[in-house]
């Protein structure tokens, strides 16, 4: 069974033909009156249209948010926390619908998002509502008449950038603990992927009262520059590239405010000899590890994009690894056999066809694929096939995130050697280890400067494991109930219960 | 011998661009989502310093990147190229439906002896 394209026959959900902003609770068309084409990756076709907002609107959506935000920063933890849990089972009543909507939007297979985008973005409002519950303030006996209190306080207003990757869970891995916290949001979409969030607040947006939360569509230079750069946030978090995270610190400088910042990676996938030592499932599981690096078309921030393999076994693991890329089941995104989808702009798929020029231009040998790929039937959509190549590590394409299914392999000849290549990079968000050997596991998860090491597996993404970079991957972890820091302020309250004056004056 | 050049296309685009937000710069990005692509921007919009690099001028732009990315990129010349597409970041020409996009290729030998130094930031 194919799922039907949203909107004709037999379809699960259809899309609306516009989409206005989410303000004060209320869909508010923008001032201008613009709006712009949202084309489905899948077949290149223009769905629907969205609003195409400037400072004007996200300064309306910023004062709403400045309305709300005094009472909702009052509610009780036990009140937020309802809120977050109804939204997750608002989305979970509605999972398949929205599994369908997103994958037509990113092009991305219905089948991950049927099991891990909606799941994950289910379980994270879940995640953040046990948490915000379980929280606690300290209070510290400084000497026998005096108490330092600290409580959490939410920041107010803050706003939020979301990437197109994964259009729901990216949105919900920020909304769900700035909620949570007590804030208000401001938050602009990928003008990439605008619809798919949009039909999840159609669906929650009676559970919040209104200014809690608005969604501004538009632009990055009309509508996330304006928002990243307005006095009235208290936080501006991103996900996205090094050149527009470092503009959202020189805004932020400007008003003195934090930021969070997801900027991507360069991820090593490190397959040591002992993986070889047995043909048994967990040289399956390690196959499969090394060919995660298509999973949602290598669009991840942590896409194991480089895999480092023992030179002592390289021969014969590269063969059978080559045989499981080429047994990635590529086609209609909307096929729950699908494994591999479409890349989500046709700017994303030049992108990545001029890396596919550039590899084949340093001399790396093309293991397999290599092309664009043509979908029968829809052959206007953004394919690319999964190729792998063999060079070496200081290669534009083993340095440069290519943010498609292109995988860049090399070899190393020790622990230490695979620790120094590993390292060599500009990033540090992801890495994965493969080994048997518990010890080596260890050093090399200890050595490895990245914020998330996956050890014996890879791709996954639990709520409670923080998720964020080293060096030029960012600041700040996400996924964890360590975010509610980022959105909250430390209020001490430093107490005297001594009715003795200090005698200084 | 340049480092780095622009497509009479993207060129036109520029001068486009350039009448509605006046003298601009490029910034080259690195990592995800739109990472790896060239930025257009307002002169003076995006602060450069000692951390970034320039490597010439394209269209009357000042080309820039990030010191340590050039470390892997310069032996390759770029070309700025323009395609239809759905920008993202604050890039200026994302509105017009199209995208800056860096082609790149290995400088011979010969252009390798002939290659100025870039300019500290």
Redesign the interface.
Known sequence: MVYAQPGTDGAVASYDSQYENFINGDWVAPEAGEY?DN?SPVNGQVFTRVA?SQAVDVDKALDAAHAAAPAWGRTSTTARARVLEQIADRMEANLEKLAVLEAWENGKAVRETLAADLPLAVDHFRYFAAAIRTQEGTSSQIDNDTVAYHFHEPLGVVGQII???FPILMAVWKLAPALAAGNCVVLKP???TPASILEVVKLIADLLPPGVLNIVNG????A??PL?SSAKIAKIAF?????????IM?YASGNIIPVTL????KSPNVFFADVLEQDDEFLDKALEGFTMFALNQGEV?TCPSRALIAESIYDEFIERAVDRVSRIKTGNPLDPATMMGAQA????L??IL??L??GK??GADLLIGGERRIEPGLEEGYYVQPTVFRGKN?M?IF?????GPVLAVTTFSDEADALNIANQT??GLGAGVWTRDQGTAYRMGRGIQAGRVWTNCYHLYPAHAAFGGYK??GIGRENHKMMLDHYQQTKNMLVSYDPKPMGFF | MERVTITDTAASLVEKLRSRHGPLMF???????????P?C?PLG???TGPSDVLLGTVAGCEFWM?A??FA??SH?HLTVDV??????????E??EGL?F??????FTDAETEELQPVTPG
Request: aromatic share 12%.
């Open positions: 712009f084309p195409r990437p197109w990757n990928a003008e990439q632009f990055g230079v009309e996330g520059k990243a996900t996205g590239e090094t050149t527009t995270g470092r503009l020189q997801e900027l991507g990676g921030c702009s046709n700017d994303q030049e992108k001029s890396y020029e550039i231009a340093e200081d534009r340095q440069e995130e290519i943010f500009l990033y030029q991957s | 910034h080259q990005s690195g990592g995800c989502c739109d990472g790896s692509s930025m921007f919009d995006f602060l990030s340590s990315q892997y990129w390759t395609v239809p597409g759905r920008g993202s970041g604050f890039s200026v994302a509105p995208r996009l860096i082609r790149s290729r290995l």
